[in-house]
Every structure is written in structure tokens, then in C-alpha cells.
């Protein structure tokens, strides 16, 4: 029996771009890439954990480029686009992963340099890195964007103003960015994750995670990166062509639940 429907669910060969890709969800967002056929250049900052995860894709046959990058730099986020779409002749899908986080008072006097890091970081690097693949992006099938922001970005906690505020601009670009290059065809949307296992909150206490979970969640869990990586392998696939401009939870139902 023939298939009925006609769009395509395969990223197979396509070149996708993660960064912050050493470790959590753009580690898993790496590995599941490569199990679903695409080559990916993997980014990050900490060149020792990247080379792990580049050693973990190779030993499954994974076509693979690390490339060690700060993405607080602008020059050093522009030349690793650049050095993926020299190495593989172009770029297909470009997932803005990386981030930082810096509990931080208004009244710290790091609070400055901590903001511009923030900034930076998960605000502009994702423009910066969409400005540098944009000629390659025009000339793909299927073009996709995902920029990773946070349940943070819907709402607020106190003594993180800088994540918070970098989190929103990151919905807000993805909303502009989606406007502006819809005409190409290249959709951009975002995904706001909520508390999820990674090196991020590896330091809250296993029982203050269960007792957040179970007051704020719906699944009364923390998610793990993998399940936050199927979403982002969801939106770039070429049938995900009639969504952009969206910012999506994946948080457990932390944020539709009130009691």
C-alpha cells in the first residue's frame, strides 16, 4: 500500500549546527541528530567535553565536526558557521543551544559583567549566528532555525534578571526573525524548556528537585535533554514547514499549571 501523505520526516544527510552541543540538551540534540541520518557540527566552549561527544558520534559512524568556539564572541560564532558550511558545502538546520546561567542580585557588583555575558551568550549569539548562515540557510530545502530559550522567557524568578532577560530576547528575535525571513522559507521557532536534567541544575539537591516538581510540575518531574531534543528534532524536519514564529514548553506542564 502506497503512503498517503506526501511531506517528509526524514533529516537524512542534512547539515545541522548545535552548539553548546558539550553537554545536556544539545548533546542529546547532537546524538539524536546523528541517529536520524544528518552530519553535524557540534560547538562549545569546553573543548575537553566536546571531544568526548565527538568521540561518542564517531564510534557509531556518525559524521561529525567539532569545533571549540566561545559564543559570547561574535567573530569566533561567525568563523565556526563558516568553517561547517566549508566542511560539509553547506548548512540545513541551525540550533542555537548555548547557554549560560549565573544566579545573580541586582546588588552584586558582578551583576554588570554578568548581564553583558548573559546577553551575549543566549541572545547574541543566536542573531549572530543566523546572520553568519543565513546565505547558506536561502540556498537549503528545507531551511530551520530553533533557538533555545526557557520557560523563563514566559515568566520570571527573582535573583536571575540577567538569564531571564537574555531568555525573552531570545523569544522576541524568534518571532522577528520568523516575520522577516518567512518570504525564504526558512522558519525559525523556539523552544522553552523547563527544569530538565543538565549540567545547569546539577547542583540543586535531588530532593529540592522532587519537591519543585511535584508543587509546579503537571508530570510532577524534571524532563531529561533527549526529551527536549525530540521537540527540536520535530521542528526541522522538512514537514514542519507550516510552523514559525513559535515559542513551545517543554516543561512537564510547569507552565499551564496553577494549583
Known sequence: MSKLSTLSRSIVGKVAIVTGAASGMGRATAHLFIDEGARVAIIDINA???????????????????????????SEVVAAIKKTAAHFGGIDILINNAGIAIPTLLTDDHYDSTWDKSIAVMASAQQWAVRAALPYLAAADHPRIVNIASTEALGATAYNSPYVAAKHASVGLTRAMAVELGKQGITVNCICPGPIHTG??????????????????????????????????SLVLPSASFITGAAIPVDGGLTIRNA
Open 48 to 74: 575537553d567535553a566536546l571531544a568526548v561527544v565527538e568521540k561518542e558520534i564517531r564510534d557509531v559512524g556518525g559524521d561529525v565536526l567539532a569545533i571549540t568556539a566561545d559564543c559570547s564572541e561574535q
Open 200 to 233: 545547569i541544575t546539577a547542583g540543586i539537591p535531588d530532593a529540592n528537585k522532587e519537591i519543585f516538581a511535584n508543587r509546579r510540575t503537571a508530570l510532577r518531574r524534571y524532563g531529561l535533554p533527549e526529551e527536549v531534543a525530540h521537540m527540536t528534532l
